[in-house]
């Protein structure tokens, strides 16, 4: 099956620092991505749908200032999470779909986020 | 969104079966979605259903999706110590690629 290629799969960072996290599709182009957000013991939460060259269309709540996603590429798209606070801790993990009549979106294998 | 409903935890020998259950909320989703979860992993599909089909059968995974009660469950077979994981059922949104997960169900085989 197709690839995605989360990076890092996990960071410590700073409370007020930023952190990218890439969402990368190897071995096929990707129309849409979505990021997702899992705070522990919990479900994975669609955070924002990410179209390639166009603007993401987030989720109710979440706020797109703070989550920055850029998808410049078909094989890209990246989330900032910009003036962390230990409350972004949590684990994000993004899948993409090829845009073709596919029965799936494939996932990354997620990054676990501590902000310390 | 609305929830999806999961079990969240579910305790069976090895050997025997495992049922986990599902309610989820649209009945407009085209697919529905079984991922397994290994601790500090990502997801790994297990199975799929289209939404106009009654049952779909994958070596040991049944799949039962009754489309009037909106209730979606997964058999498990022969459960091994290495199916413990954390088992979530999904919808799609608005029939497209991006999903709605239950809470996840928690599977524990014991010895």
């Known amino acids: 099956g197709a690839v995605v290629s989360q990076h890092p799969s996990w960071v410590i960072c700073k409370s007020g620092t930023s952190v990218k996290i890439e969402c990368r599709s190897l071995?096929?182009?990707?129309?849409?991505m979505f990021w997702y957000r899992q705070f522990p013991k919990q479900s994975l939460m669609l955070m924002a749908t990410?179209?390639?060259?166009?603007?993401?269309?987030?989720e109710q709540g979440v706020e797109k200032d703070k989550f920055l996603i850029n998808h410049a590429s078909l094989t890209l798209s990246t989330l900032t999470v910009t003036s962390a606070h230990p409350e972004d801790s949590s684990f994000y993990i993004c899948?993409?779909?090829?845009?073709?009549?596919?029965?799936?979106?494939?996932f990354g294998q997620g990054t676990r986020l501590t902000v310390v | 969104g609305e929830d999806v409903e999961q079990s969240l935890f579910l305790s069976v020998r090895e050997g025997d079966s495992s049922v986990i259950n599902c309610t989820y909320t649209?009945?407009?989703?085209?697919?529905l979605y079984w991922y397994k979860q290994e601790p500090g992993a990502g997801l790994q599909l297990l199975t799929y259903?289209?939404?106009?089909?009654d049952m779909k059968q994958d070596q040991r995974l049944t799949v039962l999706l009754n489309k009037k009660d909106k209730h979606l469950s997964l058999r498990i077979a022969d459960t091994q110590t290495g199916d413990s994981a954390i088992y979530f059922c999904?919808?799609?949104?608005?029939?497209?690629?991006?999903?709605?997960f239950g809470k996840g169900t928690s599977l524990l085989v014991t010895p």
């Open positions: 899948s993409a779909d090829e845009g073709q009549q596919n029965t799936e979106a494939f």
């Open positions: 071995d096929f182009q990707a129309t849409t």
């Open positions: 990410s179209n390639e060259g166009s603007k993401a269309t987030y």
């Open positions: 649209d009945s407009s989703s085209t697919y």
């Open positions: 259903i289209f939404s106009n089909m």
């Open positions: 999904a919808e799609s949104i608005n029939s497209g690629y991006a999903l709605n």
